[in-house]
């Protein structure tokens, strides 16, 4: 390693996905990491346009605490919240029926533990704020991009990255996004 080149974290996640970097296409990389949500259209070897929110991951996980605390007076761990979310999360109603998943937390009333049942529209509910503020900064991101590269990305679509990608349903909603001008939980 005698040169080091840094490079910002959608170009990279760009390299990655082996996206046609260097070639005059617009491609949107949305990277939904932990503590931040990154989006950028790449072309021509780097970040034509390009923003950051603080919202992840991490924010999804602590929608569902606040959510499960004030519905049911239970405390829940960070990796009980993510659990729940990886299990039976959805950013978009998905096929299959209804899920649920049965949690154990501790009881603010009693000290004591105590078990719940979170069905998948109830969790999608709890995560909606988080989701909608990564909707609308994809949209702002989008809008504001060149006219020429938008329609690169209406053709081709967008590329999620990152652990709060895997999200189920997040491909859906953003993609009605793309499709649409807006998204579906509008």
């Given at each position: ?11 990279a ?5 082996g ?5 005059p ?11 931040t ?5 790449v072309?021509?070897?780097?970040v ?13 996980d ?6 499960v ?6 405390v829940i761990?960070?990796?009980t ?26 009881d ?7 078990d719940i049942?979170?069905?998948?529209s ?5 995560l ?8 609308a ?14 329609h690169d990305v ?30 579906i939980?509008?």
């Open positions: 390693g005698r040169s080091v080149v840094l490079v910002e974290e959608p170009l996640a760009a390299i990655g996905a996206l046609p970097v260097h070639e296409v617009g491609n949107l990389i949305v990277d939904i990491g932990g503590g949500t990154e989006m950028a259209i072309s021509m070897g780097g034509v346009d390009g923003r950051s929110i603080s919202v992840g991951g991490f924010d999804m602590a929608a569902l605490q606040r959510h605390n004030r519905q049911y007076g239970l761990g960070d990796k919240a993510e659990r729940v979310k990886m299990a039976v999360g959805s950013a978009y109603p998905t096929a299959g029926g209804v899920r649920a998943v049965r949690i154990r937390g501790r603010t009333a009693s000290g004591g533990p105590k049942e979170l069905t998948e109830e969790v999608r509910e709890a909606s704020g988080p989701v909608r503020e990564i909707a900064a994809t949209r702002k991101s989008l809008s504001e991009a060149p006219p020429e590269l938008t209406l053709e081709g679509g967008m590329f999620l990255t990152g652990g709060g990608g895997l999200l189920r349903g997040m491909d859906m909603l953003l993609a009605s996004l793309i499709a649409n001008g807006k998204s939980i509008d």
